[in-house]
Every structure is written in C-alpha cells, then in structure tokens.
C-alpha cells in the first residue's frame, strides 16, 4: 500500500493521525473510494467533487483545495505499478490521506451467475454525505457475511428499500428499469448507470415486499460496477439468473470502462 498524509509518503506501519483528533474519536472525516481501468482513474472529477459535497454536508472546512487534492491523488496514484488499482481518500478539516493498493477483482462467476443479499432494518444518517462515522453499515455488511450473502439490503422503519449498505440498487419490472433518488447516497456508477440508460429509467420509491417481486434486481458500487442480483433473503428474484436488462447494461458498462 502506498500512503500519503498531507503530501508526505509515508510507510504503511509509521503512517498516524493523533489519537485526540475528531476523525479518530468521533469518525469526523468524509472519504471516497476510487478506481482505476487498465491505468485509468474512473471519475475522478466526480469522486472529488462528491467528496467536497459531503464535507460541506457535515460542516467540514478543509484545509486542502479540492484542486489540491485532486493533484495529490495523482501524484500519488503515479507512484503505483498496478495496472487496476483501489484508491481511497480521507478528508477531514486538517488532513488529506491518500491510500493506494491493489484491487482485488471479484470471482467472474459473480458477474455470470449473480449474487445472493439479505435484508437488515434500518438506514444511514446523513444518508448524502459519504462519512467517514457508519457503523451501521459495517454491521450490516458483517450480518450479510454471517449469512454467507454478499451484501445487505437495508430496509427503512416503513420497509421502503433504499439502498444497500455499500451500494446502491436498481430493479427491473415489466421491462422497465427503477431506482429510487430518496435518501441515498448517488454513488458514481449509480450515476453512470443512468446515464447508460439514456431516459429509460423510472425513479421511485419502492418496498421490501415489491422488490422481492421484481424480475431483476441488479446493485452498483465503485469497486466492483454492476452485480446483478438473483437472490434476497433467501427468495429468488425473476429466474434466478442475471436478466437481459442487467445483462444489456453490463455490457454497456464493460465497453464503457475497458473499451471492449
């Protein structure tokens, strides 16, 4: 991993922020998780920007420049030899960290023959400032593993779906693909998504009991672009297999971010 602390390379093991500092004792800091395709960063202009959004949701005055910043992602990122890398930057009032390793590409047989997820009630505070403070989504996330499933779909007190603990989702009924704009983090693939969708998408808001009943089900994040969905909670979505309109957007999205 290579780790860079307001500007300074530093060594995994040496690499520290002060114990009294308000991103240690109360997780008082915004961050981004970002990638790179064959060398290339995927959005960063986005990913910098949401992350300046979300420090000014939470009240956050940087020190660092968003210009500064996006610079320094850079920098540090050329210093990788990996050709698909995994980036995260942290963002607090006084330090910038940019954390660089390689990524750890999922199984292919979970892009052919989807993944399983299971519901966990609640949802995010502050669900459009991506913060650095979610413990209820680390125990989401633990509970879907526990449950040997992929990720956990969280289910509001009025049992409307939003998203999920580390990703955003999307379904498709009769056709026609949905999500829903309410109370969510707008992930980046979420966004890119769309915009490969060119208009034929619905927004709306939907619950546990209807999605379970859609024909496909299919879930974004940075990391890993579009898993589709052919289990919840034990209940098969549609066939059970990636669907075509799933299908149609992951080659979409492939051609998109690999040239292919």
Same mark, same amino acid.
């Given at each position: 991993m $290579? $780790?860079? $602390?307001n500007g300074k390379i530093t060594d995994e093991k040496r690499a520290k922020i002060p114990v009294t500092s308000n991103a240690f004792l109360f997780g008082y800091a915004v961050f981004e998780t970002i990638r790179t395709y064959n060398k290339k960063v995927f959005r960063l202009n986005d990913h910098i920007a949401r992350l300046y959004m979300s420090a000014d949701i939470m009240g956050i005055k940087p020190e660092w420049t968003l210009k500064k910043a996006y610079a320094e992602v850079c920098r540090v990122l050329d210093k990788s030899e990996w050709k698909e890398a995994k980036i995260r930057v942290i963002l607090t009032n006084k330090n910038f960290v940019v954390m660089v390793e390689p990524l750890k590409e999922k199984p292919t047989s979970m892009y052919k023959k989807g993944v399983k997820i299971v519901s966990f009630h609640g949802k995010r505070n502050v669900p459009h400032a991506k913060k650095l403070a979610d413990a209820f989504c680390y125990l989401a996330k633990q509970h879907a593993l526990s449950c040997g499933a992929y990720e956990a779909l969280l289910v509001d007190p009025k049992t409307y779906v939003r998203e999920c603990a580390y990703a955003n989702i999307f379904w498709v009924k009769d056709g026609k693909l949905h999500s829903t704009n309410k109370e969510i983090l707008f992930g980046i693939t979420r966004e890119t998504i769309i915009e490969l969708?060119? +208009?034929g998408i /619905?927004?709306? +808001? /939907? &619950?546990? &009991?209807?999605i379970l009943d859609a024909d496909e089900v299919f879930i974004t994040q940075t990391t890993s672009g579009i898993l589709p969905v052919v289990e919840i909670d034990g209940q098969k979505i549609g066939t059970g297999r990636p669907g075509p309109v799933t299908k149609k957007l992951m080659k979409k999205f492939e051609k998109l971010v690999w040239g292919k």
């Open positions: $290579i $780790i860079s $602390i969708a060119d +208009g /619905v927004f709306r +808001g /939907v &619950k546990y &009991k209807n």
